[in-house]
Structures are given as structure tokens and as C-alpha cells.
Nanobody
Framework: QVQLVESGGGLVQAGGSLRLSCAAS????????MAWFRQAPEKEREFVAFSGGITYYADSVKGRFTISRDNAKNTVYLQMNNLKPDETAVYYCAAKRAYSDYGFRAQSAYSNWGQGTQVTVSS
């Protein structure tokens, strides 16, 4: 299974930007669809962005966040612009085999998860 390690989290002020990285081990990274989720304190983990056969974003982040990937580097990125305080959360990357894009919004679709990286947005 592919192993995922997130990095790039930290403290940023509201309106600021941050780029998260998720480095994957494995020679078949390109065969996986990748996603970002986040979990704020006292909240359920929520879908943020997906990169597979399609690229898709949660409504709350459209126009501000960009998911991208570099298959040669086995890395997926999440560029986050104009961050809001309520987006303070642990951000996780996740991977699923790219047989289809079915169910990509659901946590249960993903077989591999990183440990998460903390993003704190100050107001």
C-alpha cells in the first residue's frame, strides 16, 4: 500500500496562504486518486478536494484552494489561499486506487491516509 506523509501545515493569519504537501511512497503513485480532507476540533472529518479522473472541490473552498500533483515526485499538493479562521483543522491526504471516481467525497472510499498536518488560521 502507498504510504502518505503530509507536511506544510502551520500558523497563518486570516487571508493568508499555505501550501500543503503529501509525499507518497510507492512506484505506482499515478495509479491512485488522491484527496484532501480536514477535521476541525469537535467536527467530523470533511472532504476538501479530489484529484483523480476529475478534479473536484468542496463548495466551501472553490476558487481559493487548488489541488495538484506531480507524479514524478510522488507528491500531491493543496494550495490554500485566503484562509479563514474556521478552516483551522488537521488536514489529511488520502489515496484510493483509481478504478473509478465513485464515492470520492466519502472517507470510506480511501484505503490509505497520512497522519495529518495541523493548519491554524488566526483571526
Amino acid at each position: 500500500q502507498v504510504q502518505l506523509v503530509e507536511s506544510g501545515g502551520g500558523l497563518v493569519q486570516a487571508g493568508g496562504s499555505l501550501r500543503l504537501s503529501c509525499a507518497a511512497s510507492g512506484r505506482t503513485f499515478s495509479s491512485y486518486a488522491m484527496a484532501w480532507f480536514r477535521q476541525a476540533p469537535e467536527k467530523e472529518r470533511e472532504f476538501v478536494a479530489f484529484s483523480g479522473g476529475i478534479t473536484y472541490y468542496a463548495d466551501s473552498v472553490k476558487g481559493r484552494f487548488t489541488i495538484s500533483r506531480d507524479n514524478a515526485k510522488n507528491t500531491v499538493y493543496l494550495q490554500m489561499n485566503n484562509l479563514k479562521p474556521d478552516e483551522t483543522a488537521v488536514y489529511y491526504c488520502a489515496a484510493k486506487r483509481a478504478y473509478s471516481d465513485y464515492g470520492f467525497r466519502a472517507q470510506s472510499a480511501y484505503s490509505n491516509w497520512g497522519q495529518g498536518t495541523q493548519v491554524t488560521v488566526s483571526s
